[in-house]
């Protein structure tokens, strides 16, 4: 059977070493997945497949084994997915309409971590809705907070969870545990001053180990919700590294404000002749010099006064 490999790929199936046979992705937003939906992921994998799922390194599925002509009939039971998961799509019971934006992953966050200053599924989420369908090669990732469980530093956006801790002196007991696990977990931005902790905002990094480590509530999240956002991480074989800090106590509209912006400037300046349509944002970043990226990512953008922006940007990883 003949077949149009970019419209298998646009369509999220995968070109596999076996001739006629591909696999399914399967996108699950931020890894988050109703154990409703499995049966039909068993179904699937038993009746086209080859009987396993693999779960890929951004928390969705792959079918693989399935033939060609099943594709079709394939794409019809992963509707329910599609819709349970409320997954942009242009055409019902068509599939995916796109595989170029990666599956936006996340760790697990604040439904049940402790450490995570804030919902990462639920921001993963967001995010989906408003960025697929698109073609362009991005990924994007969350984590609740600087342990960076997610690894999302690894990724064009990294989005890593940050709270402004809220002190209440008359709940102090002047124990210092605050302090002691700021020092021994975190930057050292707690000192112990006349029986009360002082902070360094400087020195935070709002990883909230004060207000797990506080017995009595003196400390506590903050109901505003603020973030680190990092910029232009990458693995591959060609030139990988780390993503940057780009904005400390940054908002979230701004955050997906700057990820639309940075499809358009994508869109403007992606290489025609890239290998399979993709290209790292990097490597155009590093092509057109990041003022001219700065101009793009910022347009309309409203940033909350506590933000503070990375000027220059600079990022080191190795070189070929």
């Known amino acids: 059977m003949d077949m149009n ?27 988050h997945l109703d154990v409703k939906f499995l049966p039909a992921l068993q179904h699937i994998a038993e009746t086209y497949g080859n009987g396993t799922l693999h779960i890929t390194n951004r928390q969705g599925f792959e079918i693989p084994g399935i033939p060609f002509e099943k594709m079709d009939e394939v794409n019809e039971l992963l509707q329910s997915l599609i819709d349970g998961m409320d997954i942009n799509q242009e055409e019902k019971g068509a ?30 989420q967001r995010i989906e809705k408003e960025v697929f369908p698109n073609d362009l090669h991005f990924k994007i990732a969350l984590t609740g907070c600087s342990n960076d469980c997610g690894k999302v530093r690894m990724h064009d956006f990294g989005i890593i969870g940050m ?10 007991i002047s124990c210092q545990a605050c302090v002691k ?28 180990e004060c207000v797990n480590a506080c017995p009595n509530m003196a400390w506590t999240r903050s109901k505003e919700k603020y973030y680190r956002l990092t910029l232009l991480g990458r693995s591959g074989k060609k030139n990988p590294r780390l993503g940057e800090n780009f904005i400390k106590w940054i908002d979230e509209d701004s955050i997906v404000k700057i990820i639309l912006n940075t499809y358009d400037y994508v869109t403007e300046y992606i290489d025609p002749q890239a290998p399979g349509g ?5 490597y155009i970043v590093d092509r057109t010099g990041f003022d001219e990226y700065y101009k793009w990512a910022m347009k309309d953008v409203e940033l909350p006064e506590i933000a503070e922006i990375t000027k220059p940007m600079y990022w080191g990883g190795i070189k070929y």
């Open 278 to 282: 993709k290209e790292h944002i990097g």
């Open 181 to 208: 696990a700021c020092n021994k977990k975190s930057t050292g931005a707690l000192t112990f001053v006349n029986y009360r902790p002082q902070r360094d905002h400087d020195k935070c990094i709002g990883c909230g």
């Open 95 to 124: 599939g995916y309409p796109a595989a170029g934006t990666r599956n936006i992953s996340s760790c697990i966050g604040n439904r049940v971590c402790p450490y995570a200053c804030y919902d990462t599924t639920k921001f993963a």
């Open 5 to 31: 490999t970019k419209k298998l790929k646009k369509n999220a199936f995968r070109v596999t070493k076996v001739r006629g046979v591909t696999a399914s992705r399967v996108r699950v937003p931020g890894g």
């Open 163 to 172: 709270t402004v801790p809220q002190f209440e002196a008359e709940r102090c």
